[in-house]
């Protein structure tokens, strides 16, 4: 088994910066470098992609909401993965999601089918 935890997620200004913050723990995570990704719901809205990163950390992807003022990255404890977020807006605001797989891909992955681990959540609020 996988446990996510999230740390980072708060309350900030329009035009402000946040640090997400995700780690996996147990069996597997330990075993295996994992594809992982970054996912949000707003309320009354489903849950869309916002960003990930490949096994490798060789390949990013983002949505194009985000593109250009978020920035996804590994870090150097294995299957650690951070989400910089700037100039936020109040549309950011939600409740942001890791995700990760245990199996082999090599690609980026974008959407919630191949993830098979989910965080409980961070909240984020952007205040206009």
């Known amino acids: 088994q996988v446990q996510l935890v999230e740390s980072g997620g708060g309350l900030v200004q329009a035009g402000g910066s946040l640090r997400l913050s995700c780690a996996a723990s147990?069996?597997?995570?330990?075993?295996?470098?994992?594809?992982m990704g970054w996912f949000r719901q707003a309320p009354g809205k489903e849950r869309e992609f916002v960003s990930a990163?490949?096994?490798?950390?060789?390949?990013?992807s983002y949505a194009d909401s985000v593109k250009g003022r978020f920035t996804i990255s590994r870090g150097n404890a294995k299957n650690t993965v951070y989400l910089q977020m700037d100039s936020l807006k109040p549309e950011d605001t939600a409740v942001y999601y890791c995700?990760?797989?245990?199996?082999?891909?090599?690609?980026?992955?974008?959407?919630?089918?191949?993830?098979?681990?989910w965080g409980q959540g961070t909240q984020v609020t952007v205040s206009s």
């Open positions: 147990g069996r597997t995570a330990s075993s295996n470098t994992m594809a």
């Open positions: 995700a990760a797989t245990g199996a082999p891909y090599s690609r980026v992955l974008v959407t919630t089918t191949p993830y098979n681990y």
């Open positions: 990163i490949s096994r490798s950390g060789g390949s990013t």
